[in-house]
């Protein structure tokens, strides 16, 4: 099966259907949240809901029934503690179940781990977690793929703290080095850290310059914002270009409950039952301001 043939959804999404989908995942993180005695790294998911909304109902190219086609798209989660998230969307997407999910999430030999494993659960394509690796994973998938003539994408989700770590940009230099068009990068750029907002602690501005120092080409938008997703994976150059792309998505920690954005303390943590009460009227609230 070509590129051209192999499947995103059964039929493209409209941007609408796609804010919807956004908004049923973030209803599902909040009840997971509310349902799993751990801590859930739910800011970081709620700012990325977006991005993974347009990337495995619009942008990926693949099967959720045939998952080793060689002409599949990889997708690499660098920012592996947004895993729940990811499994989420793909359980939306129809690789798995949304109940088995909650069921077993973080339990011990639980295929839905806090970080995820692709020797766990089929669909994964890199075992990930410890920050700053995603992005080299994903420049040898890349490498690899153009090696064997192969035209699939390699997209890889980074959080823009991991960004400090000087393994992504040496990543990112050996992508331009090879010309790696076939690479895509989407940083999660809420601008915060686990205890701090990012730039108290790292001078990451001006960053999008700082990508295109590398020689990559940058796509700056407001990663809310699902035309702008869409338009930036409808605009992405073809995969034998010699350019690898980073998209650059303007984000808020914990986006869609007031209490939570902007605040340090929901880097992680768990909701009671008033809490997630009050955290749903107020996903409800946000979703109805912006759709006046």
Same mark, same amino acid.
């Given at each position: 099966m070509s590129r051209s043939?192999?499947?995103t959804a059964e039929e493209?999404?409209?941007?609408?259907?796609?804010?919807?989908?956004a908004f049923e995942?973030?209803?599902?993180?909040?009840e997971l949240c509310g349902t799993y005695e751990g801590a859930v790294h739910i800011g970081g998911d709620l700012s990325a809901a977006d991005i993974f909304t347009a990337l495995f109902h619009y942008g990926l190219h693949v099967d959720p029934t045939d998952l080793r086609n060689p002409a599949r798209d990889r997708f690499v989660l660098s920012k592996g503690h947004a895993a729940v998230c990811m499994y989420i969307t793909?359980?939306?997407r129809g690789f798995f179940s949304y109940e088995g999910i909650v069921e077993t999430y973080g339990q011990l030999d639980s295929a839905y781990g806090m970080h995820p494993c692709k020797v766990q659960l089929p669909g994964v394509e890199a075992s990930t977690g410890s920050l700053g690796h995603g992005l080299p994973i994903a420049v040898g998938m890349a490498l690899s793929a153009r090696g064997r003539g192969e035209s699939h994408r390699v997209v890889t989700l980074l959080g823009d703290g991991e960004t400090g770590e000087g393994s992504v940009w040496e990543a990112?230099?050996?992508?331009r080095s090879n010309k790696l068009g076939n690479l895509v990068a989407f940083v999660d750029r809420n601008r915060?850290? *686990?205890?701090?907002?990012? !730039?108290?602690?790292?001078?990451?501005? @001006?960053y999008p310059d700082k990508w295109a120092a590398f020689?990559?080409?940058?796509?700056?938008?407001?990663?809310?914002? *699902?035309?702008?997703?869409? !338009?930036?994976?409808?605009?992405?150059? @073809?995969?034998?270009?010699?350019?690898p792309t980073v998209v650059v998505c303007e984000t808020v920690k914990g986006k869609g409950v007031d209490f939570m954005e902007h605040n340090l303390a929901w880097h992680a943590g768990s909701l009671g039952a008033a809490d997630l009460e009050r955290a749903m009227a107020a996903l409800l609230a946000s979703r109805e301001k912006e759709s006046v």
């Open positions: 043939t192999l499947p493209p999404h409209t941007v609408a259907e796609l804010e919807d989908l995942l973030r209803s599902k993180l909040l793909m359980a939306m990112a230099m050996a992508a915060q850290l *686990m205890t701090s907002f990012a !730039e108290e602690r790292v001078v990451f501005e @001006p020689g990559w080409n940058v796509v700056h938008i407001d990663g809310h914002d *699902m035309a702008q997703l869409v !338009e930036a994976i409808d605009a992405l150059p @073809p995969t034998d270009s010699d350019r």
